[in-house]
């Protein structure tokens, strides 16, 4: 199973996975995490180092899903989860702008406001 | 001109002290009220429309000309009340002299909103540049909002009071233009385009071409996402 000719890029990889992991773990210690994205996230990391780990069964995934190899499958799913989570980010900030708007519009009203009344 | 009607003047300022005072100072006699809404300038805008006799509104952070209308607009809604209020560009490019025209039509042809046009009227010292952009941007309202107008991006707008419920502006950029021509379509309000003159000053020419870029993003996301 073990290839020594991607013994180094699977070991570079494998390293970056754990340290993906570490910061993953470190974040949930932070209360920075929810649950249900802890779980996704552990999940697709573990699950993308058993892959790299075991490349025959990669490939045959990927022909499974009637992908040539295992590497473009790898490619796709990155592209699904780079696309997916920039419009959630895209959705958060826009409603972050919302609220934003929202408040400095409050209190540039009420501050308004509050001078014409001491004027009087 | 107006019949005792009450007017408000609403203008989104960002850095504009070298022309506010002469715009205020120009609406001030002409109207019951002009209020500033200053978007956080880094100059003296403020200071200097108030003391030409603006209510001036200041936003702590920049916003954008479509959240600073959003805001005057607000405010009016609020805690004013009005006939008619007019929307006007702190930069000086507008004849105030011309507002009379406008609200006369806006009454005597019996609609809810009156939209300036340059090209109704007359764009002096227009870059060709920024006359291309402003043409294809006719062309992106209409296929968005249904509406088929002669200028889009026209600052220089009159509603009548009880219309400013409807039109509520999201976009806080400067896609707020394409925005209430869709929500006047959408409000099946009435309108009417009115012809108002557009000066281009050499050091001032309003925003960058490169900006339309910016407006069609920024419509684009505001449908899909």
Same mark, same amino acid.
């Given at each position: 199973?073990?290839?020594?000719?991607? *013994?180094?890029?699977?070991?570079?990889m494998? @390293?970056?996975? #754990?340290?993906?992991?570490?910061?993953?773990? %470190?974040?949930? =210690?932070?209360?920075?995490?929810?649950?249900?994205? *802890?779980?996704?996230?552990?999940?697709?990391? @573990?699950?993308a #180092?058993?892959l790299l780990?075991?490349?025959? %069964?990669l490939? =045959?995934l990927a022909?499974?899903?009637?992908i040539?190899r295992g590497v473009d499958l790898v490619i796709y799913l990155s592209l699904?989860m780079?696309?997916?989570?920039?419009?959630?980010?895209?959705?958060?900030?826009?409603?972050?702008?919302?609220?934003?708007?929202?408040?400095?519009?409050?209190?540039?009203?009420?501050?308004?406001?509050?001078?014409?009344?001491?004027?009087? | 001109?107006?019949?005792?009607?009450?007017?408000?003047?609403?203008?989104?300022?960002?850095?504009?002290?070298?022309?506010?005072?002469?715009?205020?100072?120009?609406?001030?006699?002409?109207?019951?009220?002009?209020?500033?809404?200053?978007?956080?300038?880094?100059?003296?805008?403020?200071?200097?429309?108030?003391?030409?006799?603006?209510?001036?509104?200041?936003?702590?952070?920049?916003?954008?000309?479509?959240?600073?209308?959003?805001?005057?607009?607000?405010?009016?809604?609020?805690?004013?009340?009005?006939?008619?209020?007019?929307?006007?560009?702190?930069?000086?490019?507008?004849?105030?002299?011309?507002?009379?025209?406008?609200?006369?039509?806006?009454?005597?042809?019996?609609?809810?909103?009156?939209?300036?046009?340059?090209?109704?009227?007359?764009?002096?010292?227009?870059?060709?540049?920024?006359?291309?952009?402003?043409?294809?941007?006719?062309?992106?309202?209409?296929?968005?909002?249904?509406?088929?107008?002669?200028?889009?991006?026209?600052?220089?707008?009159?509603?009548?009071?009880?219309?400013?419920?409807?039109?509520?502006?999201?976009?806080?950029?400067?896609?707020?233009?394409?925005?209430?021509?869709?929500?006047?379509?959408?409000?099946?309000?009435?309108?009417?385009?009115?012809?108002?003159?557009?000066?281009?000053?050499?050091?001032?020419?309003?925003?960058?071409?490169?900006?339309?870029?910016?407006?069609?993003?920024?419509?684009?996301?505001?449908?899909?996402?």
């Amino acid at each position: 199973m073990i290839n020594l000719y991607h *013994l180094p890029a699977q070991l570079f990889m494998g @390293i970056i996975i #754990l340290l993906i992991l570490y910061r993953t773990y %470190s974040s949930v =210690k932070a209360n920075k995490l929810s649950r249900s994205f *802890l779980i996704f996230w552990m999940g697709f990391w @573990i699950f993308a #180092l058993i892959l790299l780990f075991n490349l025959p %069964s990669l490939s =045959k995934l990927a022909s499974s899903l009637g992908i040539g190899r295992g590497v473009d499958l790898v490619i796709y799913l990155s592209l699904i989860m780079i696309f997916s989570t920039l419009f959630k980010l895209i959705v958060k900030q826009k409603n972050q702008d919302k609220i934003i708007t929202k408040i400095i519009r409050k209190i540039a009203i009420d501050e308004t406001m509050i001078k014409s009344s001491t004027k009087k | 001109m107006s019949k005792k009607r009450k007017i408000v003047v609403v203008i989104a300022a960002y850095n504009e002290s070298k022309t506010i005072t002469s715009v205020v100072s120009q609406l001030i006699n002409i109207v019951d009220q002009v209020i500033v809404v200053d978007d956080a300038s880094c100059d003296k805008t403020s200071n200097l429309a108030k003391k030409a006799g603006a209510t001036v509104i200041s936003h702590s952070i920049n916003l954008g000309q479509g959240a600073a209308l959003e805001t005057g607009f607000e405010f009016v809604r609020n805690y004013l009340t009005c006939d008619v209020v007019v929307t006007f560009d702190a930069d000086n490019q507008f004849d105030a002299k011309e507002m009379p025209g406008m609200i006369e039509c806006l009454f005597n042809s019996k609609v809810d909103v009156v939209l300036g046009s340059r090209f109704l009227g007359r764009a002096l010292n227009m870059p060709l540049l920024r006359k291309v952009v402003l043409k294809i941007g006719i062309y992106v309202t209409w296929f968005f909002s249904g509406i088929k107008l002669t200028d889009t991006h026209n600052g220089f707008r009159a509603f009548k009071f009880d219309t400013l419920s409807k039109i509520v502006i999201s976009q806080n950029r400067m896609a707020h233009a394409s925005e209430i021509i869709e929500l006047i379509g959408r409000n099946k309000l009435t309108f009417k385009e009115y012809p108002v003159t557009v000066k281009y000053h050499n050091d001032r020419r309003g925003q960058s071409n490169l900006n339309s870029l910016n407006i069609i993003r920024d419509i684009l996301m505001d449908k899909f996402i």
